[in-house]
């Protein structure tokens, strides 16, 4: 039986395999990657990082900074007037891969990275507060997330537009997943081409019912470049947008239409199904041009809700306030008697749409609760 001096040496150096056979881009080749200028750092950051700086080894060699790319898991930095790669502390290491995925360096970060004089790389120190955290569930339990970006102002909710009616049940769970973790909402419609005036009126009136009167919806065509500028005006100087959305819903061409030149692969959509293959394979940053900072992520087969139940009451208040008001506190609103949910629907205050993907994203996740933890009661 190996020793386990044995089995840590092994892990090593598989690890160190691993990083040996993953060709990394050079920075030199990475057009549109944000300074550190180009980014936010709040107060909370700054004072977390005086704070490490003060107990921190060879405080001379720390910079602040932010993780603009992560290629295959390995992180750019953006420190004021340098751009490097980096690699974790050994803090991180000893982190339990599973359980506090959430603790490591993700795309957005704010982070203490310490560069030595003379060396090409640096090593990130310390994440610093995350002022927003946009997570999904990674499975197997309630605590085990992935932050797909950190410290975003506002989520890009990216649908393509087709043949058939705007999908509306990605938007509402696009749209949960964006208010529970804070950020801004906005709706971005692709290839609005592909569509006929009167079918494009119908399509926004719906998405419009569905998302409310505070969410912003943008229609828009990269081909005919229609709509690119509003988009634009959603990332003003200094802010941060993450675009959401799915493979083949137009992400990177759109991206390339706000950046004025081909920076991003984009591919071809399946005929059969009109949904697309990966074309963004790294977690990137880009600074727009006279604007702010955009990250896009691989496009996303799936968005599960476990445990998004504030997130679900903040991009439906009024069916939430009205589900206050119920004679039954388990009531699922489609059959009970004293549903106050419906009685509002009943009288218009609450449009079909909201109500139908309400139902749906709740029925969802009382389900993951049940299934995650039988005792639980929703």
């Given amino acids: 039986m190996a020793k386990r001096g044995q089995r840590r040496t092994s892990a090593r150096s598989r690890r160190d395999v691993r990083q040996q056979t993953v060709t990394l881009p050079s920075i030199?080749?990475?057009?549109?990657?944000?300074?550190?200028?180009?980014?936010r750092m709040d107060d909370a950051q700054r004072a977390a990082y005086q704070e490490f700086l003060a107990t921190a080894d060879n405080a001379e060699e720390m910079r602040a900074g932010f993780v603009v790319?992560?290629?295959?898991?390995?992180?750019?930095?953006?420190?004021?007037?340098?751009?490097?790669?980096?690699?974790?502390?050994?803090?991180?290491?000893?982190?339990?891969?599973?359980?506090?995925?959430?603790?490591?360096?993700?795309?957005g970060d704010c982070v203490a990275v310490r560069r030595a004089p003379g060396h090409d790389m640096g090593v990130i120190e310390r994440v610093l507060p995350r002022r927003t955290s946009f997570e999904r569930w990674r499975g197997r339990s309630r605590g085990e997330r992935q932050v797909l970006a950190a410290n975003v102002d506002t989520i890009l909710i990216v649908q393509a537009l087709g043949a058939d009616e705007v999908p509306l049940g990605r938007m509402a769970r696009s749209l949960v997943l964006a208010r529970d973790c804070g950020t801004e909402p906005a709706v971005v419609l692709t290839k609005a081409d592909r569509r006929s005036g009167e079918e494009l009126a119908r399509d926004l009136g719906r998405v419009r019912r569905l998302v409310g009167e505070d969410v912003r919806v943008v229609a828009t065509s990269s081909a005919a470049g229609e709509g690119v500028e509003e988009v634009r005006a959603l990332v003003g100087p200094r802010r941060c947008a993450m675009i959401l959305g799915e493979s083949g819903a137009g992400k990177s061409t759109l991206l390339n239409a706000l950046l004025g030149h081909e920076a991003l692969a984009t591919g071809a959509v399946r005929e059969r199904d009109d949904r697309g293959r990966h074309t963004t394979v790294a977690?990137?940053?880009?600074?727009?041009?006279?604007?702010?900072?955009?990250?896009?992520?691989?496009?996303?087969?799936?968005?599960?809700?476990?445990?998004?139940?504030?997130?679900?009451?903040l991009a439906f208040p009024e069916v939430a306030a009205a589900a206050a008001e119920c004679r039954f506190r388990d009531c699922t609103h489609e059959h009970e008697p004293g549903c106050a949910v419906r009685a509002r629907h009943e009288a218009g205050e609450i449009s079909d749409e909201r109500l139908a993907c309400y139902l749906a994203l709740a029925e969802e996740m009382r389900a993951s609760a049940r299934a995650l933890d039988p005792d639980v009661t929703i």
């Fill in 69 to 107: 790319r992560l290629d295959r898991g390995f992180p750019l930095v953006a420190t004021e007037g340098d751009v490097f790669r980096a690699e974790h502390a050994v803090a991180f290491a000893k982190q339990d891969a599973e359980r506090d995925a959430c603790l490591l360096p993700a795309v």
């Fill in 28 to 39: 030199d080749s990475l057009g549109d990657v944000p300074a550190f200028a180009d980014l």
């Fill in 283 to 313: 977690r990137v940053m880009v600074s727009l041009p006279g604007g702010g900072v955009i990250a896009d992520v691989p496009g996303l087969r799936s968005l599960p809700l476990v445990g998004h139940e504030r997130g679900l009451a």
